[in-house]
């Protein structure tokens, strides 16, 4: 077993009358990217701020590699790195300069920031001031700015939001190779999709609460089980043959169009196995597999955009 | 060592940023000094015709003129010092530095040594440019002025933390500092002798700290020892004191 980098207990958090994070636990393994997943306002920011030592929770406990966040600041900052939300640089301050202040600020200095910035993209915005890159390349300056002292954890607080797609995938790059590195990913998003390329491991919260926690292919197979195929054909016995499949659910035809829903991962293999018996033509095939927006659904009751 | 080390790269990252705001340096050191070559060549030979009342205790009198001034650069720099952070608290900036291993003491120090800078610079470029009107012979002690001056800089600059700490936008802390600072000149005792007040008054001008200031400052730059002034250094640091305490505790990172 991988050791535990954090491991969070119970914690609970309000705000006045707000409960903004309730009974909150997960553990965190070396060299995995987990993702805190969840719509805004669920608790994620809150959770990670705490695990950071930037908040400290009514209740609860919190370990991140063996240091208390809320005694062991300090020390414990020397160890992470951390992007935070919505959180900006000086607007009149260069690339550079924002590097180097930062080097500056650790003990440990094996990261160069030059080196950094060449990886990163950024090299020829040495010069630049903060408020003219684009948002893409603030977010990479800041993952710069997370990895100068090269953590151990690097916290990561929703990312791409507001990236262009192009943006994101490229972020998205970078941090597996953070993770390829040896290093440990904690972050957040309410991109679902993100979350599923990116994350090994991922908690689900919704107020406050955690509702589940695994990869997001088990998280899927665990919720949403059920599969789909669409296929198009105009011979006579599709209808008969396709609802004799062990597997099969339900058989809904509009037209020429079949939909075979099922459950199991045998089921597409079961269906292309009964076509091909059976010599039945088909004109369009296509599989739909449930994602952890379906997931978020099942476990909701609503999409996460709501 | 390492903290120090944060301080000083901040600070003189700070520096560099605040000169490159589009009006930074022209707000900052030009105008003041402008402004006081301006009022030198309108009292120019005036002050020693001033009534007697206003002889030794007024804006007319000896060093009258450099007490406003330098209080008034005071007041601007403490006034821009809230707004940078409160800007940077609303843009997340303080937040962003405080996740880091600095110290959120470094932080504030490097922006009070970036004021303390620029209002060095400022008083040192109006001591040149005005020299025509107010000579710095060897009588005006310059030394004990700049340790006085500094003095008052601390009690108006803690005041402004915890208007800093209080005022929730931007846009709101530049206002409401010049709301609350530039009514206390008028009770300083440099426009209106403070003994001539209604008593209620008096008694107000008594308690706010600028009347403290003015009177100090005047007093060192036109050679009072400082055993004179004993009270009006205490009572600055009570201030300093009272309100560090304050914003201590109810000042907001974001």
Redesign the interface.
Same mark, same amino acid.
């Given at each position: 077993m991988r050791r535990q980098v954090i491991h969070v207990s119970g914690i609970r958090k309000t705000y006045g009358k707000t409960v903004a994070v309730d009974e909150v636990s997960f553990d965190v393994s070396d060299g995995e990217i987990f993702g805190l997943i969840g719509p805004n306002g669920a608790g994620k920011t809150t959770t990670m701020e705490c695990v950071?030592g &930037?908040r400290t929770p009514d209740r609860g406990s919190i370990a991140v590699l063996g240091l208390d966040p809320f005694r062991d600041v300090?020390e414990l900052?020397?160890r992470i790195g951390?992007q935070?939300q919505?959180?900006?640089?000086?607007?009149? &301050?260069k690339v550079w300069?924002a590097v180097?202040?930062?080097a500056?600020?650790?003990?440990k200095k094996p990261a160069t920031g030059d080196l950094l910035l060449e990886q990163l993209g950024l090299a020829d915005k040495r010069n630049a001031?903060f408020m003219t890159l684009s948002g893409g390349q603030k977010q990479r300056l800041f993952i710069a700015l997370a990895l100068i002292n090269d953590p151990e954890v690097v916290f990561l607080d929703e990312l791409t939001t507001g990236l262009d797609p192009q943006a994101r995938r490229a972020i998205w790059d970078l941090v597996r190779g953070i993770r390829d590195r040896g290093k440990t990913v904690f972050l957040t998003t309410h991109l679902m999709e993100e979350a599923e390329r990116l994350c090994d491991r991922v908690a689900i919260i919704e107020h406050g609460r955690i509702i589940d926690i695994d990869s997001p292919r088990r998280l899927v197979d665990r919720h949403c089980p059920e599969r789909s195929v669409t296929l198009s054909s105009d011979d006579p016995h599709a209808d008969g043959c396709l609802a004799r499949i062990p597997r099969v659910e339900s058989v809904a035809r509009l037209g020429s169009r079949f939909t075979i829903r099922g459950t199991g991962d045998g089921f597409v293999t079961d269906v292309i196995q009964c076509l091909s018996e059976n010599r039945i033509t088909v004109t369009e095939f296509r599989t739909e597999l449930p994602n952890l927006e379906d997931v978020f659904l099942t476990l909701t009751g609503h999409s996460i955009r709501d | 060592m390492?903290m120090l080390?944060?301080l000083w790269?901040?600070t003189w $990252?700070?520096v560099? $940023?605040f000169l490159?705001?589009p009006l930074g340096a022209i707000g900052t050191i030009v105008v003041p000094v402008l402004a006081f070559v301006l009022l030198g060549r309108l009292t120019a030979g005036r002050s020693a015709k001033a009534s007697p009342s206003f002889a030794l205790n007024g804006l007319l009198g000896p060093g009258g003129i450099p007490t406003l001034v330098s209080m008034l650069i005071t007041i601007s720099a403490v006034l821009s010092l809230v707004t940078i952070i409160s800007i940077?608290r609303e843009?997340? $900036?303080l937040?962003?530095l405080?996740?880091?291993?600095?110290?959120p003491w470094t932080i504030l120090t490097a922006h009070v040594l970036v004021k303390l800078l620029l209002t060095a610079l400022t008083m040192a470029a109006m001591v040149l440019a005005g020299r025509r009107y107010f000579a710095i012979g060897p009588e005006i002690p310059l030394v004990s002025f700049t340790v006085a001056l500094l003095i008052s800089t601390l009690s108006i600059l803690s005041i402004g933390f915890i208007i800093a700490s209080i005022v929730p936008t931007a846009r709101f802390a530049q206002p409401i500092g010049a709301i609350i600072f530039y009514p206390m000149i008028a009770f300083s005792g440099l426009f209106v002798p403070i003994e001539s007040l209604p008593p209620v008054l008096r008694a107000v001008a008594r308690v706010l700290p600028l009347s403290h200031s003015a009177r100090l400052l005047q007093g060192i730059w036109t050679g009072d020892p400082w055993s004179a002034h004993m009270g009006d250094v205490a009572a600055l640091a009570i201030v300093f004191v009272v309100c560090v305490a304050v914003s201590s505790r109810v000042f907001r990172w974001e």
């Amino acid at each position: 077993m991988r050791r535990q980098v954090i491991h969070v207990s119970g914690i609970r958090k309000t705000y006045g009358k707000t409960v903004a994070v309730d009974e909150v636990s997960f553990d965190v393994s070396d060299g995995e990217i987990f993702g805190l997943i969840g719509p805004n306002g669920a608790g994620k920011t809150t959770t990670m701020e705490c695990v950071e030592g &930037i908040r400290t929770p009514d209740r609860g406990s919190i370990a991140v590699l063996g240091l208390d966040p809320f005694r062991d600041v300090y020390e414990l900052q020397e160890r992470i790195g951390v992007q935070l939300q919505q959180a900006q640089l000086q607007k009149r &301050i260069k690339v550079w300069e924002a590097v180097q202040l930062w080097a500056s600020l650790y003990r440990k200095k094996p990261a160069t920031g030059d080196l950094l910035l060449e990886q990163l993209g950024l090299a020829d915005k040495r010069n630049a001031w903060f408020m003219t890159l684009s948002g893409g390349q603030k977010q990479r300056l800041f993952i710069a700015l997370a990895l100068i002292n090269d953590p151990e954890v690097v916290f990561l607080d929703e990312l791409t939001t507001g990236l262009d797609p192009q943006a994101r995938r490229a972020i998205w790059d970078l941090v597996r190779g953070i993770r390829d590195r040896g290093k440990t990913v904690f972050l957040t998003t309410h991109l679902m999709e993100e979350a599923e390329r990116l994350c090994d491991r991922v908690a689900i919260i919704e107020h406050g609460r955690i509702i589940d926690i695994d990869s997001p292919r088990r998280l899927v197979d665990r919720h949403c089980p059920e599969r789909s195929v669409t296929l198009s054909s105009d011979d006579p016995h599709a209808d008969g043959c396709l609802a004799r499949i062990p597997r099969v659910e339900s058989v809904a035809r509009l037209g020429s169009r079949f939909t075979i829903r099922g459950t199991g991962d045998g089921f597409v293999t079961d269906v292309i196995q009964c076509l091909s018996e059976n010599r039945i033509t088909v004109t369009e095939f296509r599989t739909e597999l449930p994602n952890l927006e379906d997931v978020f659904l099942t476990l909701t009751g609503h999409s996460i955009r709501d | 060592m390492n903290m120090l080390r944060g301080l000083w790269r901040l600070t003189w $990252i700070e520096v560099k $940023i605040f000169l490159r705001e589009p009006l930074g340096a022209i707000g900052t050191i030009v105008v003041p000094v402008l402004a006081f070559v301006l009022l030198g060549r309108l009292t120019a030979g005036r002050s020693a015709k001033a009534s007697p009342s206003f002889a030794l205790n007024g804006l007319l009198g000896p060093g009258g003129i450099p007490t406003l001034v330098s209080m008034l650069i005071t007041i601007s720099a403490v006034l821009s010092l809230v707004t940078i952070i409160s800007i940077y608290r609303e843009g997340g $900036i303080l937040k962003r530095l405080r996740a880091t291993p600095l110290r959120p003491w470094t932080i504030l120090t490097a922006h009070v040594l970036v004021k303390l800078l620029l209002t060095a610079l400022t008083m040192a470029a109006m001591v040149l440019a005005g020299r025509r009107y107010f000579a710095i012979g060897p009588e005006i002690p310059l030394v004990s002025f700049t340790v006085a001056l500094l003095i008052s800089t601390l009690s108006i600059l803690s005041i402004g933390f915890i208007i800093a700490s209080i005022v929730p936008t931007a846009r709101f802390a530049q206002p409401i500092g010049a709301i609350i600072f530039y009514p206390m000149i008028a009770f300083s005792g440099l426009f209106v002798p403070i003994e001539s007040l209604p008593p209620v008054l008096r008694a107000v001008a008594r308690v706010l700290p600028l009347s403290h200031s003015a009177r100090l400052l005047q007093g060192i730059w036109t050679g009072d020892p400082w055993s004179a002034h004993m009270g009006d250094v205490a009572a600055l640091a009570i201030v300093f004191v009272v309100c560090v305490a304050v914003s201590s505790r109810v000042f907001r990172w974001e």
